[in-house]
C-alpha cells in the first residue's frame, strides 16, 4: 500500500487531522479507486427511460469528439474547479469561474449557472424549441425559418393554424404563466396546443416534465373557456446530457408534425456541448 500513500502534502496534512490516515490507506480505497464511472447511470436511474437515454450515442451521428466529450461529463471527468479542487488538489477555490456562488461542478455548468441562464441556456433551449416549431410549421404548411438561428416570427398563420412562438397571451383571468414557448391553434379540428420546452439537469427531467404541466393548467383553462377550443398543453423536457422521460415520445406526439426524440435529444446535447467547451475553454480535442 505504501506506493499508494498519498503525496501530496494537503491531502496528507487533512487525513492525518481526521485521525483517518491509516484506514484510509489500509482499507479505504483511495481516489483513484473511487467508483466515478456509473455516477451518471445512478442518477438518471429513477428518472429517465435509461435504453431511451442513452439512444443518441448509436443514432444522432454526432462527431467522435462530441459524443466523448458529454460521456466525459456524464461521468464528471472534465477538469471543473470542483472537481481539480476535490481529486487533485491542484486548486483552492472549487467555486464556478462565472458567477462565483457555487462550486463548479458538471450539472452547475450545463445547467445550473445563472451567468450562462441568459444566453447559452436560451439558446440551447431556443435551438431546440426551433425544431419542434419548424416540424409544426412544416405539417401545416406555413413558412420556416430559413436558418435554425434565426430567431421565429411571433406569428404565423394561414387557413388551417395560427402558430404563436414565445408570445405574451393575453386572459382575462390572471393566470401564473402566459408566454409558453408554441401554441398551435389548429382551425378545422378546433384545437390548441400549448407547448414548453425545458433542458435542465438530467437527475431533474421528471420533476421539470411535472412543473410545466402544473404551470400552464391556468392557462389552458382561460383559453379553452377564450377560444371554445380543446387545449393540451405539452412538455418537452431533455436533460442537459440527453436523458429523457419515459413519456417523452407520447409527449411529441401530441404535438402536430413529426418531431423524433432523437432530434430534440440530439440538439439539447450539441448545445450542452458547446456550453461546456466554451466554458470550461477545452483544447480542441474535444
Ligand atoms: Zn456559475
Known sequence: ?????????VLRECLRQWGTEDEALEEGPSWEDK???GLYH??????????KSYRWLE??????STEALILAAQEQALSTRAIEAQLYHTRQDPRCRLCKEAPE?????TAGCKMLAGKAYMERHNQVAGIVYRNICAEYGLETPRSKWETPPKVVENDRAKIL???????DKMVMANQPDIVIIDKGQRKAVVVDVAVPSDGNIRKKEHEKLEKYQGLREELERAWKVKVTVVPVVVGALGAVTPKLDEWLQQIPGTTSDISVQKCAVLGTARILRRTLKLPGLW
Open 1 to 9: 500500500m505504501k506506493e499508494k500513500a498519498p503525496t501530496d502534502d
Open 35 to 37: 467508483p466515478l464511472h
Open 42 to 51: 445512478r442518477t438518471i436511474t429513477e428518472v429517465a427511460d435509461l435504453k
Open 59 to 64: 443514432r444522432a451521428g454526432l462527431k467522435d
Open 105 to 109: 461542478t458538471i450539472q452547475h455548468i
Open 165 to 171: 412562438w414565445d408570445f405574451q397571451i393575453q386572459t
